[in-house]
C-alpha cells in the first residue's frame, strides 16, 4: 500500500513473446481450445505453442507463444476484446519467457533429478536388482553403448562361397544376353 492507503497501480508485462489469454470459454474440449486458438491467432504471425491446461486453477485461459514480439503486439491489439465462443477475450503480455523460447535461443536450464534421494523399494530391488550389480554386468564401448559382458550384441558378417560368387555373376551375365535379345526383337 502507498502513503495515501491506495493500492499502487499493477504495472503491464513488458512485450514479449508469449500472450496470457483469458476469459475462455471453460467449458470446451481443451483439443478443440487449442486448434481454435492456434487458428485465430497464426492469421497474425508464426504461432509456436499454444498451451491450455484444464486444471481448476488455469481453466478458462491459455498462453500463445509466436515466434518474435512484434507479432505477439500485433495479435494482441487486434483481438483485445474479440469475442471467441460467445466470451470476450481479456489478452496480456505473459509474466516471463516460455520454455519453448528459452529452448530456442538456447537459455534454457536443464532440469536434473537429484540422484541422492532416489531409495528404491524391496519390490524394485528384487524386480530390477541393484545398481551395483547391473552396473558390473555392463562394459561401455568407446562410442558410448553398453552391453552385457561376455555377450556378443552383433553379428558377423559371413562369407560368401565362391559357388555363389559364380551363380550371381552368371545370373548376371544372364540378364544382360536376355536385355540385349529384346533390343534385337524389336527391330
Known amino acids: ?13 513488458p512485450p514479449n513473446q508469449t500472450l496470457y489469454v483469458g476469459n475462455l470459454d471453460d467449458k470446451m474440449n481443451k483439443s478443440d481450445l487449442r486448434r481454435a486458438l492456434y487458428s485465430l491467432f497464426s492469421t497474425h ?10 486444471t481448476s486453477r488455469m481453466r478458462g485461459q491459455a ?10 503486439s500485433q495479435a494482441m491489439r ?18 516471463g519467457k516460455s520454455d519453448i523460447v528459452s529452448r530456442l535461443d538456447g537459455t534454457a536450464k536443464v532440469r ?5 534421494d532416489v531409495v528404491m523399494t524391496d519390490a524394485q530391488k528384487s524386480a ?37 560368387v559364380q551363380q550371381q555373376e552368371a545370373s548376371a551375365e544372364e540378364d544382360e544376353e536376355d536385355d540385349a535379345m529384346d533390343v534385337s526383337d524389336e527391330d
Open 1 to 13: 500500500m502507498s502513503a495515501n492507503g491506495t493500492q499502487p497501480a499493477k504495472l503491464p508485462n
Open 45 to 54: 504471425g508464426s504461432v509456436l505453442d499454444v498451451i491450455a491446461l484444464k
Open 63 to 72: 498462453h500463445i507463444v509466436f515466434k518474435d514480439s512484434q507479432t505477439s
Open 78 to 95: 487486434s483481438l483485445q476484446g474479440f469475442e471467441f465462443f460467445g466470451k470476450e477475450m481479456k489478452i496480456a503480455y505473459g509474466k
Open 112 to 116: 536434473e533429478m537429484p540422484k541422492d
Open 128 to 164: 530390477f536388482g541393484t545398481a551395483t550389480a547391473t552396473s558390473a554386468a555392463l562394459t561401455t564401448k568407446p562410442n558410448g553403448v553398453a552391453e552385457a559382458a561376455g555377450v556378443q550384441t552383433q553379428g558377423t558378417k559371413r562369407r560368401r562361397d565362391e559357388d555363389e
